[in-house]
């Protein structure tokens, strides 16, 4: 073996970690903000949380970023700890497919179709038609697919390289002198937890395990305890993705740390206890790809069995490592971790943009109650929360910026527009409610009263624009389409509404039953009800416009107005909130 063929072995380990990255990346941009959204509702216990752990890490291959995710949902506290302990575990037996499938380099046999399976067989095929669907596709989840074929192929060639690179190891004296210090288990641990370390992939780690098993000088006793060592590397991103969160994030990484250090620690005893009892014979023999893959799986499954039922006992060890502190809620959203998830951060940011307009729409009814019942106490509640809205505004709208620099799927890009839109409107509705303060302060400062005709007005708009709050919250954060097709005829009534209340306020007022004074009160009160109605339009049309596939507001508005159900829409809303008589 020459410096040409380091050289070869150091380009193989570059397209293998190339190749997984491009794979996980476009896997995870498929998902989109499906996962996390299945890691809140499907870990309400550990067998859930396992199995989900295992079969998201399957699906994006890659335990690193399941990790970095758990870290920071946990950091913006959208999942607990306990939570996330079963999908760690689940997370390490799901990075065991990898290994499987590296070990289908070994299959030797005359038959074509049994050497299909071979990668360096089909993984050529698999680049061409990953290219075309790059390069001939206009639609961006087809890209995606191409993508993710294409980092597979990029992944078995630098497997391939690498097997290349170290098969003349077989035939050096020295290289066999230099394995024999692997019979020490302890020495195997360390040099697979610090190469895993450095090169932050235990999928990585194992490729060049298996690659050197082509060589016929590895054998089992010599790669086990390595194998455990990769294991106790792989953390190091859970370690790296802990600095600069809160204490229960740090927590996540300890549970994952200890896991592992635990399940090697006692594997090794067991192990190695077993073998001084019961010699097992096939510890001198040479392990291939195939024992290789079934080592690591087995040694994930067991620990995951071992330590499954003491996952509240791991979870009182981190809490006892990493003491308490106390960290405000609002402090902790939209946690930047989660940008290395592109997907998971929309998920999140759609959460968020949802309390914010619970937010708005609870500021509104106190600014609304206010006009019937003024309290200085409520005031200050009002005002409090217009500055909680502004902070939320500026935080969702830098953070889905970045999130949309992060590479998002097709389906990604259009919530972060819907939420871009939407957010804006829920500050402006938190404006509103401000300025509907301002006119009950004027009201009551001044000892002001609107007549009773004035009253039942208002009152009949009052219920209507409730209604209209009411359904656009719940079309937004049940992302319903059919919810929100009802808000138009709606907003159309409100409109109506508040344009036959100013005629009747110009007949008071030219009748002597209402002041100049109270008029321009109820101009300004009216003109900030009509505009909360329009975001709420707003609102109600991006959701629509989301699901619809991406026409303009006013398009998507004209076309509401269009269908054959506006019409009878409007007349049983009009039918509804009729004011009463003169």
Partial sequence: MDIFSVFTLCGGLAFFLYGMTVMSKSLEKMAGGKLERMLKRMTSNPFKSLLLGAGITIAIQSSSAMTVMLVGLVNSGVMELSQTIGVIMGSNIGTTLTAWILSLTGIESENVFVNLLKPESFSPLVALAGILLIMGSRRQRRRDVGRIMMGFAILMYGMELMGDAVSPLAEMPQFSGLL????????????????????????????????????????????????????????????????????????????????????????????????????????????????????????????????????????????RLVRSETVSGDLAILDPLLLRTPGAAVSESVAVAGRMGQAAWENLHLAIRQLSDYSRQREEEILKAEDKLDTYEDRLDNYLVEASQHGLSSQDMNTVSRLLRAVGDFERIGDHAVNIQESAQEL???????????????????????????????????????????????????????????????????????????????????????????????????????????????????????????????????????????
Avoid at 193 to 220: C, K, N
Avoid at 234 to 254: D, E
Avoid at 445 to 460: I, N, P, T
Wanted: net charge negative.
């Fill in 444 to 582: 009551h400062d001044k000892g002001l009263r609107f007549s009773d005709h004035a009253q039942e007005e208002l009152r009949v708009l009052l219920d209507a624009l409730e209604e209209i709050l009411d359904l656009t919250l719940r079309g937004f954060l049940e992302d319903d389409a059919a919810l929100c097709r009802q808000v138009e005829p709606l907003e159309e009534t409100v409109d109506q509404l508040i344009q036959e209340i100013r005629t009747r306020h110009i007949q008071r007022l030219q009748a002597g039953q209402c002041t100049i004074e109270l008029g321009f009160v109820l101009s300004d009160l009216l003109t900030n009800l009509e505009r909360v109605s329009d975001h709420c339009s707003n609102i109600a049309l991006s959701v629509i416009q989301e699901q619809d596939g991406g026409a303009g507001q006013h398009a998507s508005a004209q076309e509401l107005k269009a269908a054959g159900s506006f019409g009878e829409d409007l007349r049983r809303d009009q039918r509804k909130y009729r004011l009463p008589e003169a």
């Fill in 180 to 319: 024999t210090a692997f019979e020490n288990p302890l020495l195997g641990v360390l040099v697979g937890t610090v190469f895993t370390g450095i090169i932050q992939s235990s999928a990585a780690s194992v490729a060049i395990l298996q690659a050197l098993s082509l060589t016929g000088s590895i054998t089992y006793g010599m790669a086990i305890p390595i194998i455990m060592g990769q294991n106790i590397g792989t953390c190091v991103t859970a370690l790296i993705s802990s600095i600069g969160v809160n204490r229960n994030a740090k927590r996540v990484a300890v549970v994952h740390i200890s896991f592992n250090v635990i399940g090697t620690t006692v594997c090794l005893i067991l192990f190695y206890g077993g073998d001084l009892l019961f010699h097992f014979g096939f510890m001198d023999q040479p392990v291939g790809a195939v024992g290789i893959a079934f080592c690591h799986t087995a040694f994930n499954v067991f620990t995951t069995a071992l330590l499954l039922p003491f996952s509240r006992q791991l979870e009182k060890l981190a809490r």
